[in-house]
């Protein structure tokens, strides 16, 4: 039988595990960064480009939620990584009033690769209900006055390797034939688009290669062995990490940089690093 003294000592040891989770979730892992290393094979890969890297930051949400000192350590971080190409997939920043100043200055201080700095634009960058493309328009100067180069339904020759930049399937009426067609089959190509589930949609015809993407944030909260129960995503098999698509095309979702709420559990936040192989 369990004698009183047990029984509020099992209670005290419930509640402190209770808080040293909470404290865990909203104070430590959103702020525990993991710098992930993978191969990135690549189709007709330059020579030049044979073991070169390539880092992707993804879902960084300046904005009132996300410290900023948190985003500078993490674009230092990335810098001492002295990448070759620096690839942003979307969501710069959460809108709010004050977004594009704030935003002006860290941004200003974001990391450079040494042959390109690319980014994408995600459904944040287009303000309230995705639908102000004033300022999506407004935030890609301000990013761009930073380094990056953002590409809106366009592409980028970096030494031989086509970067195609899809705009946001929510904020643009996405349509991907129309960025792909600009690519040369005859060369190597990698695609960037923020929202994932634009992998399902027609016109990926004739591409066969990777697309990184984010937007999902892992799911922020997973429970152990567990599917994450909150995804913004009509695929819910694109969590984060890799998948193999149709038609010899892979997929990869970067857990990104912030958030939206600060709450993380078993999904750090992440940046990618990738090194390039020829396929």
């Not at 102000?132 to 020759?157: C, K, T, Y």
């Not at 799911?219 to 038609?247: M, S």
Request: hydrophobic share 40%; proline share 7%; charged share 20%.
């Amino acid at each position: 039988m369990i004698s009183r003294r047990q029984l509020l000592w099992t209670a005290a040891a419930a509640c402190g595990a209770g808080a040293g989770t909470g404290v865990y979730t909203w104070h430590l892992e959103p702020h525990w960064l993991e710098i992930v290393r993978r191969p990135l094979p690549i189709r007709l890969l330059p020579a030049a480009l044979e073991g070169a890297t390539l880092v992707q930051l993804s879902d960084i949400h300046v904005g009132p939620r996300v410290a900023d000192d948190y985003v500078r350590e993490t674009f230092q971080r990335v810098a001492k990584l002295l990448p070759d190409i620096v690839v942003f997939t979307g969501d710069f920043t959460s809108h709010h009033r004050g977004v594009f100043e704030q935003a002006e200055r860290l941004y200003a201080r974001a990391p450079r690769g040494r042959l390109a700095t690319l980014g994408v634009l995600g459904n944040h960058d287009y303000g309230p209900g995705w639908s102000h493309p004033e300022i999506a328009a407004r935030l890609s100067r301000i990013v761009s006055a930073g380094g990056i180069e953002v590409l809106r339904d366009q592409v980028m020759d970096v030494r031989g390797l086509q970067i195609a930049g899809m705009d946001d399937l929510w904020g643009t009426a996405l349509r991907p034939a129309t960025t792909l067609a600009q690519l040369d089959p005859r060369q190597a190509s990698l695609v960037l688009s923020h929202n994932l589930d634009s992998v399902d949609l027609p016109g990926w015809d004739g591409y066969e290669g990777w697309i990184l993407s984010g937007h999902t944030h892992g799911g922020q909260c997973k429970p152990p062995f567990l599917p994450p129960p909150l995804l913004p995503v009509q695929n819910r098999r694109y969590t984060a990490g890799a998948f193999d698509l149709t038609g010899n095309r892979s997929l990869y979702v970067n857990r990104g940089v912030g958030h939206l709420v600060q709450v993380r559990f078993n999904v750090r936040p992440e940046v990618t690093v990738f090194d390039l192989r020829r396929a």
